[in-house]
């Protein structure tokens, strides 16, 4: 499954799949962004970060890729899970922002059994 | 246990009542953040302290304060004169001013 465009507030994939969830930043300056998961009623969880000297980075089941040029960044969610089901949001770093991070709205990933 | 813990989970505010929203953090982190979350948005900062007694506005502080007396501790109190304060609020540290980490936040509704 992937969420395409600007940003889609929700994406269904099937369980097994991989996941490509994107978001569109706003300044170009911006060095560093985070990748958070926010299950229902709980508190953001860290999962992947990025700075902008670097392309892509993998974790553990997750990748992030940054592509300066259009302003976008995704995280790629592989063999998606029932435990992968939140919401997944991006945070940006812009200079001179006083180091407060600028967080999209999120996108709903639903995992169909 | 490290981790950042926030209280009550869930508080009810009357008309006209302050209420004060507890963080805590173990972490040895010097920035600590406060975070409101309303349904289908973004993360909006109320406060930020990047120091011990020393605190900054964010995007929406009116209605909303805070102190930071000790490095673990940064309380939020909504005020009466926030007129609209049902939502999720979120307590966030960081250690580099960059990563933040986030407790399990609190829902405050009104009666």
């Known amino acids: 499954g992937e969420s395409v465009g600007l940003h889609l507030p929700t994406l269904s994939v099937q369980e097994g799949d991989n996941s490509i969830i994107n978001c569109a930043y706003s300044?170009?300056?911006?060095?560093?962004f985070i990748w958070y998961k926010q299950e229902s009623g709980k508190g953001p969880q860290f999962i992947i970060d990025?700075?902008?000297?670097?392309d892509k980075r993998q974790g553990q089941r997750v990748t992030v890729l940054l592509n300066k040029t259009v302003k976008h960044l995704s995280l790629q969610i592989a063999a998606t899970q029932p435990g992968d089901s939140a919401v997944y949001f991006c945070?940006?770093?812009?200079?001179?922002?006083?180091?407060?991070?600028?967080f999209g709205a999120g996108t709903t990933v639903t995992v169909r059994a | 246990d490290g981790g950042i813990t926030q209280s009550p989970k869930y508080l009810f505010r009357k008309e006209g009542q302050n209420v004060t929203l507890s963080c805590e953090q173990n972490?040895?982190?010097?920035?600590m953040y406060w975070y409101r979350q309303d349904p289908g948005q973004g993360l909006r900062l109320i406060y930020y302290?990047?120091?011990?007694?020393?605190?900054q506005k964010g995007d929406i502080a009116e209605g909303y304060s805070v102190s930071r007396e000790k490095k673990e501790s940064f309380p939020l109190t909504v005020t009466s004169a926030q007129k609209n304060p049902t939502a999720f609020y979120l307590c966030?540290?960081?250690?580099?001013?960059?990563?933040?980490?986030f407790g399990p936040g609190t829902r405050l509704l009104v009666l």
């Open positions: 966030a540290s960081s250690v580099n001013q960059e990563t933040q980490y």
């Open positions: 300044n170009s300056a911006s060095d560093y």
């Open positions: 990025i700075r902008s000297n670097m």
């Open positions: 945070a940006e770093l812009p200079p001179g922002s006083d180091y407060k991070l600028s």
């Open positions: 972490l040895n982190h010097d920035a």
């Open positions: 302290s990047q120091i011990v007694n020393d605190f």
